[in-house]
């Protein structure tokens, strides 16, 4: 055979190979659904539609007659959904978040992580939109702009969402303050976006509390105000603005443009029944509220010098038959003397527990939870929450469950972060039928394990120098490099030649599974040259050394991604958060959700971080979806020493039926999970560790393996197997498409086939045998083609290989680089093809130049 021949079939051999071994893990370029969906996946969509459907109509609808939604207003910056829920010892059905409008770049990340969040818990979010600029500067496009971005959140996580525009615009200390005309105008027109859309969000016009009206700075001054707001202002006509004019109406914009009624009505720990108390009377002691506040306040007589015309809960709730939100809370100064904290508290919110149950129509209550200064309090540091300490938030608890009238959460569809890592194993359109690709790859792979036979007879120069001597299989190596770059091309979300093999000719053999067993396999083979030079102890810290290297990487990865999303040219998005694609569990009613793969990682940044935040980033509940299998090589890394002494001792057998016993705990068990890692939704542990205890025993006992599959009556037993399995699958092809019952087989086995036998998360049997398929055809086609493929592709694919680990922590900033990149079409093939070419010679050079060897780990 000339030289040109044996390139091209060398080529022809390697190109086979690699269609199909294959990486699909969690994402890869943008696809459509499958076509021919099954059964299965077609039934969970349906339940998980119908389910949001049932939420969504609940959310909108209000809490059920006679309830009330309620939830803390926390300061998302030291604070989050998952602390609150903690210190309260249960969920609630509502948050409260301040957002800057209009919304910029920064505004819109902040409600987006707020609206994830608060999906999480299945709660209902009321969103503050407060003005950051002059009133008059507002304009439609700006209401157009929040309105898509609501619209947006409710077709992907169906949270009710309650909007309460500039709030407390009746107040002097809030820049959009007592400017009634402009303030009507901007109300009106993102009601008018809002109701216009499709986002189900409720506009909530939510005052101050009146009491204290105009509140110093503007009392007896007009002369700042233009003709139209001193006409609206001085309800009484005396031309003055004073306690005697209304402190609501003039800022009403309009039955049509509010949904909600709000009010804020917060206890400051001063002032009287008859007198209302501003920043300029000191606050000097902690005083219990006294009886009847609350009510008093609801009656619009608390504080008032003169008497009202109505209480708001009767104008403005009761008339119009409106919903009303409650914004509420009691101060407390550390600094001071008085009473104690529980008794002030407890004081204020068992008024508004009686309070709300004596008014129907408030059906939500939103408590401050935060910490901050307060002018009230001679910008003193004031403490407004209920759940910071212990015995409080116990008692805010058992007050709030004996109360009966309010609604814990979840009260809406929850989107939780596991919901997210388990959405990132996806189906993607192969072009046709998803099984059709596993039979006709496994024949063609099998057709070539047949040949090999003869070619290994007629060419044996070009068989793999195995020459039994203890060292490193370079076959192993060169396979790794293949799986790992086929990880690094599909985690790289372009189009191409690369991505098309990768994507569609995949088998059922993702790089995820053979890059579990090989990894399995190469330390089953090193590790006892580990233990013969240092001895068995010794060998067992190396391996607790390099698992614990292994994650302290994970943990840099994880925080050094997390610094680069502040940088704002960085799409960190790309592999911070998750888009569904509509095929994975949550069905095509999921599909263009985003989850946040970050969850509660903001609060890293508060001083002291909160434990729970903490906790998520030490178990690795958080990180980047292209790493998160990462944390499960690095639980198995800490059993190898413990795994490799049964097997040292022969009872390797006992290892097997201890993993296949967990295997099968797992299958009848999905629930369960040992860890609450973000690998765990995607990569099971007691699932997935079964691919790699196969792996340490086969490395352990290679040779006698390899001596016994190439022994006469190995090779016919492994021939009959790899060409049994491929006719089989030939048959229930045959039968689906040609219109006959395969018996003994059923006439719907092919169709059920796929979701029964090779699902990836669950390493269902044909997953498991497609692994051992897989390896045992590669395997052998390297030993017979050796050199062709070696002088092909060796010089590439090998230092890759081992270095596999090294190169994967290094994917995760290869696919953040190209995401970053705007305006090139990433669907152009070629564009595609020069990228992943460029990106894998880059992987290589860096292998070759041992570029941060001493840091990752290989």
Known sequence: MSRPAARLLAFLVVLATFALGGALPASAVQATTTAAASAT???????????????????????????????????????????????????????????????DRSARKEFLRATRAAATQGAVLVVSFEPDRSLGSLTAADARAANTLLEDVHRQYYTQVLVRFAPQMNGTWVRWGQQPTQFVQAFRALATAVHAGSSDALMVWSPSYGAGYPFGESAG???????????????????????ADDPYAPYWPGDSAVDWVGLSMLYFGKGKATEAAGR???????DVPEAGEVSARFDETWGYEQRQRGSFYDRFAVADDRPMLLDTGALYDHSL?????????????????????????????????TNRREPEAGNRVADWRDTAVPGIAGSFRTDLERAGDFVF?????RVTPEAGAAA??????????????????????????????????????????DDGKPGRDLRLDLFRGFIILAVVI??????????????????????????????????????????KKFGEWAAAIGAWKRARKQYLVTLAVILVVFALSFVPFLNTDAITTFTDRGTGTGGVGAEGRVYDLYPNAMQLLAYPPPWYAIRQFLLLEMGPWPFNIMGLFVVLSLFIPAFMWVIRRGFWWALLVVSWALYLFQALNPEFRPLNSQFEAVFPLLTWQVVFTHGLVLGYYRRQIIAALTGRLGKVLIGVGIGGYALFLVYVWAGNHFGFTPAPFSASMYDQLYNTAYQRVDLQWGRLVDIAFFAIVSYAILTVFWKPISTVIGWLWIPIGQASLYVFVWQVFFALAIASIPGIDWGNAWIGFATHTLLILLAWYMVRKRFLFSVIPR
């Open 41 to 103: 996946t077609a039934e969970a969509a349906s339940a998980t539609t119908a389910a949001a459907a049932s939420a969504t109509t609940a959310a909108a609808a209000g809490p059920s007659s006679g309830t009330t939604w309620f939830g803390p207003d926390i300061d998302w910056g030291d604070d989050a959904p998952d602390g609150y829920a903690g210190r309260l010892g249960a969920t609630p059905s509502m948050y409260g978040v301040e957002i800057p409008y209009p919304l």
């Open 221 to 243: 001054r007009l002369q700042d105000l233009s003709a139209t707001d001193v006409s609206k202002l001085d309800t009484n006509g005396d031309g003055r603005l004073t306690a």
């Open 280 to 286: 300029d009377v000191p606050l000097t002691r902690n």
């Open 337 to 369: 003397r008085g009473d104690d904290e529980l008794p002030v508290k407890q004081g204020w919110w068992r008024q508004v527990i009686a309070a709300v149950q004596d008014r129907p129509l408030i059906r939500g209550v939103t408590f401050l939870e």
């Open 409 to 413: 959460g979840p009260v809406t569809e």
């Open 424 to 465: 990132t194993d996806q189906q993607y359109d192969t072009g046709g039928d998803q099984m059709a690709w596993i039979v006709w790859c496994a024949v063609g792979l099998a057709v070539v394990f047949l040949l090999s036979g003869l070619f290994g007879r007629l060419l044996p120069s070009w068989r793999y120098p």
């Open 490 to 531: 599909t985690h790289i979300e372009i189009g191409g030649p690369y991505s098309y093999i990768t994507l569609h000719a995949v088998g059922a053999i993702t790089g995820a599974e053979m890059f579990v067993f090989l990894s399995g396999m190469v330390l089953g083979m090193t590790y006892p040259f580990a233990i």
